[in-house]
């Protein structure tokens, strides 16, 4: 049977803006305030689906969310119609008024913690909705997001889905952004690889001291456990500690894996060659020749990976069995990335080919090809229980970039988000969504 990495993309929302909302975000927060382009965001995004769906990958959709969130701003005190909410808030309250409109739901690499049924115990694909409870604006994500992907996923015979955890620091949970999966074959058994920054419960474990470390060790071991991994398929491994407080808030901005490859840069762990020693060990398990290759801080420091979102790439396997990588323009804007992604495909390795994407509306806020995307590996039996509304195709690009071109703003400053008729305009435009992406009613106000 044949089996398939599947790119679910996040859609932008109409509220894309630039709210500065991510402490230890870099980018975010350095282009706090700017003017935000909602409508070329969304086509720069559309733009890269419609890319990959033509170079043979299977790309999917997922929805973006209802904003703003005002039964959010509501649990908060603030009181009135929704016109009234929104002013009111707007009046007493920007920051709060602005986390409730944030389109960081693109980053769909955060909204859940997938695992394939070669896995699980059961044999069922596993999905974990991250509860991102270390940012308002994200910890408000998590129950639409469980019902987005249900109505994608909703065949329970090859599909399980598990509530966000607790929301509290101690199983901070920041979903796929932390977490990848090595295997000889996407329908094969594989190992499957939790990062976390810190521990909540065992203080042996360092911690960064400028930045929050955003996943825990215990919210890791949660995860493995609802998706009923066995001991011997799953590596956990720590950030180092002084890259988080140098602005690495996710592991995917200091390291990506697929297949049996994982690329990562010199700095981006603790006790890195115990952990390569796993990987490679139980790998070889399941039939996987593990390979690392490892970015030195001599050719690319930490703060030009940072920059460039070097490691926030999309590593794809070509059925020649060699890799392509997905970077962003930025990386070609920097000269000493540039210099290193050109010898690194010369040089015969596995990674032989580098495409760049325009994606700066979503760099500007701090989220490169690999937050836009959250990865599920299918069989060709899942796969067809998928629900075919949200499976990229080039008439639903058309579709979807009309829908873009007929109801999305092309700026969008802090003043705008107090308008009560963005709302209007939001839920408008979702409503047909769900229609073309026949989602049925995932919404809040579809459903109260």
């Not at 002084?242 to 808030?249: A, E, K, L, T």
């Amino acid at each position: 049977m044949k089996s398939y990495e599947v790119n679910f993309d996040g859609l932008v929302g109409p509220t894309h803006n630039y709210g500065g909302l991510s402490y230890g975000n870099v980018a975010s927060q350095s282009n706090s305030q700017q003017s935000s382009n909602p409508k070329e965001a969304a086509l720069q995004g559309l733009a890269k689906m419609k890319a990959l769906m033509d170079m043979g990958f299977q790309q999917g959709v997922l929805a973006p969310q209802e904003r703003p969130d005002v039964a959010a701003l509501r649990r908060l005190g603030f009181a009135g119609s929704d016109a009234q909410v929104i002013q009111q808030a707007a009046k007493e309250a920007m920051p709060l008024l602005v986390a409730s409109c944030s389109a960081s739901s693109m980053w769909v690499a955060n909204a859940a913690t997938v695992s394939p049924s070669a896995d699980t115990a059961d044999g069922r694909v596993h999905f974990t909705a991250a509860n991102l409870n270390c940012k308002y604006h994200r910890s408000i994500e998590h129950p639409t997001t469980s019902r987005v992907l249900g109505a994608m996923f909703a065949n329970p015979q090859h599909f399980a889905h598990h509530a966000a955890l607790p929301a509290v620091a101690q199983f901070g949970d920041e979903g796929a952004a932390n977490h990848t999966r090595f295997c000889r074959a996407y329908g094969e058994a594989g190992v499957e690889f939790f990062v976390f920054g810190r521990s909540a419960f065992d203080t042996r474990y360092p911690a960064p001291q400028k930045y929050p470390a955003r996943q825990t060790l215990e919210a890791s071991q949660a995860v493995a456990r609802l998706h009923g991994l066995r001991e011997e398929g799953v590596v956990y491994a720590q950030q180092n500690p002084s890259v988080i407080d140098q602005g690495v808030f996710h592991n995917d901005v200091i390291a990506v894996g697929n297949g049996e490859v994982l690329f990562y840069h010199e700095d981006a762990f603790l006790e890195t060659d115990n952990m390569l020693a796993e990987l490679s060990s139980k790998l070889a398990k399941v039939g996987g020749k593990f390979q690392s290759v490892c970015v030195p801080r001599s050719a690319v420091t930490v703060d030009d990976a940072v920059r460039s979102y070097l490691f926030n790439s999309q590593l794809l396997s070509r059925p020649d069995g060699s890799m392509l990588l997905i970077v962003p323009e930025e990386c070609r804007g920097n000269e000493r990335v540039w210099q290193y992604l050109q010898g690194l495909t010369g040089a015969g390795g596995v990674i032989r080919e580098v495409k760049v994407f325009d994606l700066k509306q979503s760099m500007q806020n701090g989220g490169g090809p690999a937050c836009l995307r959250l990865r599920v590996a299918l069989n060709e039996t899942e796969l067809a229980a998928v629900n075919p509304g949200v499976i990229m195709t080039a008439p639903l690009y058309d579709s979807l970039t009309q829908w873009v071109e007929r109801h999305y703003r092309d700026r969008m400053t802090e003043n705008d988000l107090a308008d009560p008729q963005l709302l209007l305009e939001c839920r408008g435009a979702l409503d047909e969504l769900t229609q073309i992406l026949k989602l049925g009613a995932v919404y809040p106000f579809q459903i109260n």
